[in-house]
């Protein structure tokens, strides 16, 4: 077995403790990083390595065999030029700088909640897209609208061909454990997806005080959309060495009322269903939940939370036993602190997030730029956590153990839209398909569901 094997084979070993309710030999580093972290730290043109990622494996190379995360460290990118200029996005452009942008757009107005309650996916497809995405608007570009979400697949899926082998050849080369399959995707909480893109978080914040039986109305009618693109593949036989994940958005700006009535009882209900599954679910807690740990405490066992502020030993106490508990660690600290004062901040850190396990180490929010990076730190917190971050009694059980017969399935009712066609409506318009062609079929239904949802968040 090589060096590079037995890597790989100890931190899939610590990540499956983790998940498995065991404390593990250490604590286990997530880190990534997208191509601009990289570019910057290089030297390398921003734009070039957006278009040419292959010119960053050098330096992608050099990174990995210097900082020792126990993850996957690059992505390609949640925003990209291609994708945006594709389809000749509004909502997302790369700016003179070479940073990716993302305006506050609003594409559905607020005398238009009946027509997205009458059907959501449609309203999204034939209203609310030709308003942020140029190029499916048939009244300017004609000739293009029909191809123009075509031409923006093809060109995402080849250069995340492109980026993919990059990764795979250095996840390979430094012992990084494999993606786990069948973990699930990621969704919204109805509400942040209606503030992302549709209304706006202005626009949500005031129809929450002059409509909000609309509102609540119009999350129950998104509710089978957000349901399902959070599923695994096989929902039957979910993995639960992951997390399908959530960005929470409009939560930490809400009034008490209307956070309870409003944001978390939708999603409550949808943690809910999955748990009913067996799957497990995480989420970004987005700037400070503070005050609202007892409403993540009464969400199900095995919830995995990236905080964003806030004290840690809150934290760690109020939710340390039932949820597995990731990052919190201020990035800021790589920029501000000298190589000593990070050290022993990083111990001081340890110190309080490894009582019990169930702490994955990683850092408050992602690093956007290669200013964010100060190298020498990087290196150090994570060589101080490897040191330091060694368990005494890996091995023993931690914390509450998952059952998912303590949830109940709401059974959410199944999509249905003029954009989504279901097998019998499909049977119907083409009687002589077989039977064994559903499968097929409903892979290609979904998959332009997926399109829509990524494109509207």
């Known amino acids: 077995m090589t060096f590079a094997e037995q890597l790989k084979e100890e931190r899939t070993g610590i990540m499956y403790d983790i998940y498995e309710n065991r404390i593990p030999k250490r604590v286990p580093i997530e880190f990534s990083v997208g191509p601009v972290v990289i570019a910057d730290l290089a030297g390398i043109d921003r734009f070039e390595a957006f278009w040419n990622p292959e010119i960053l494996k050098d330096a992608l190379d050099d990174f990995y065999s210097k900082v020792k995360a126990d993850t996957s460290m690059f992505w390609g990118g949640v925003y990209t030029p291609y994708s945006a200029q594709a389809l000749n996005a509004r909502n997302r452009a790369i ?19 009946d027509e997205f309650i009458e059907d959501p996916l449609a309203f999204v497809v034939e209203k609310a897209f030709p308003r942020v995405y140029g190029y499916l608007d048939n009244s300017q570009f004609p000739a293009r609208s029909a191809l123009a979400v075509f031409q923006e697949a093809k060109m995402t899926e080849q250069m995340n061909s492109r980026i993919g082998k990059m990764v795979w050849e250095m996840d390979s080369k430094y012992g990084k454990p494999d993606y786990e399959p069948n973990v699930g995707g990621f969704s919204r909480v109805p509400l942040d997806w209606m503030a992302d893109q549709l209304r706006s978080f202005d626009g949500i914040s005031i129809d929450i005080r002059r409509n909000r039986a609309k509102v609540i109305a119009a999350e129950e009618a998104a509710y089978p959309i957000l349901y399902k693109v959070g599923l695994p593949a096989d929902p039957a036989h979910p993995n639960r060495h992951g997390a399908m994940s959530f960005q929470l958005h409009m939560a930490p700006y809400m009034r008490d009322k209307d956070f309870e009535d409003v944001w978390y009882a939708p999603w409550k209900r949808q943690l809910e269903d999955y748990a009913s599954l067996g799957m497990r679910c995480g989420a970004f807690l987005e700037e400070d939940w503070s005050r609202r740990l007892d409403y993540l405490l009464d969400l199900p066992t095995g919830m995995v939370y990236q905080w964003e502020k ?32 990070i050290v022993d901040k990083t111990k001081e850190w340890l110190d309080i997030m490894m009582d019990g396990g169930a702490y994955i180490f990683g850092f408050d929010k992602n690093a956007l730029s290669g200013g964010d990076i100060n190298m020498e730190n990087l290196i150090a917190v994570f060589d101080t956590v490897l040191e330091y971050g060694v368990y005494s009694d890996a091995g023993k059980q931690t914390g509450e153990i998952f059952k998912k017969e303590d949830y109940s399935f709401s059974d959410p009712a199944p999509v249905s839209s003029r954009a989504y066609i279901s097998w019998e409506k499909y049977k119907e318009m083409y009687p002589y398909t077989p039977e064994s062609a559903k499968n097929t079929v409903m892979a290609m239904e979904d998959m332009l569901l997926n399109t829509v949802f990524y494109m509207s968040c």
């Open 95 to 113: 700016s003179s700088t070479g940073m990716m942008q993302h305006p506050n757009t609003m594409c559905m107005y607020p005398e238009e909640y």
């Open 310 to 341: 806030g004290d840690p030993r809150l934290f760690k106490d109020k939710l340390g036993k039932k949820c597995i508990l990731s990052g919190g660690f201020p990035i800021i600290y790589l920029k501000t602190l000298s190589k000593s004062e």
